[in-house]
Each structure stands twice: as C-alpha cells, then as structure tokens.
C-alpha cells in the first residue's frame, strides 16, 4: 500500500498541503477517539504508583505527546483502589 493510499489522499489530485491538512485532520480524530476508547482513559486522571500523586489528563493528547511521569515512572490509569482490587492486596 502506497502512502497516500495509507493516509486515505490522492496525492496527485489533491494539493499537498490540503493533503496534509487532511492526515493531521485524521491523526487527531484517531487520538481523540483511543482517548474515549476505555473508560479509565476517558475519566481523565492518573496516579504516581511510588508516591500516590494524581493529576488530571487529558488522553487524547497524552496519548499523541508524551505520557504523564512521576518518581520516574509512567503514571497509571488504575486507581489505588482498582490496583488493590487487581492484585488482592488489602
Ligand atoms: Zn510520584
């Protein structure tokens, strides 16, 4: 498969920058769209598993740029309480 046939253009019909006007249009709908695709993403929160910090996020835009980090690490989606429930701890 070509790349434009990959982006979903047709490279020789289309002016280039309306063609990528149109890749950057569908690249963010895809981001957009993982960010909705499970509700501990859509909720908008991660937390430090080293130190319990938790912020808001946005996931579409995580997902496309960079992560958030704390202490080091990438920061979670579960929760305290979902990670208890996950491994059975108390
Ligand atoms: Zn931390």
Redesign the pocket.
Known sequence: MSLPDYLGVRAREQDPGDALADYLKKEAAMYEQLGRSHPKLSRGRVW?I????SESVKAASALRSGWPR??GATMTIDSPEERRALTGAT
């Open positions: 430090c080293a130190c319990g910090r704390c202490c």
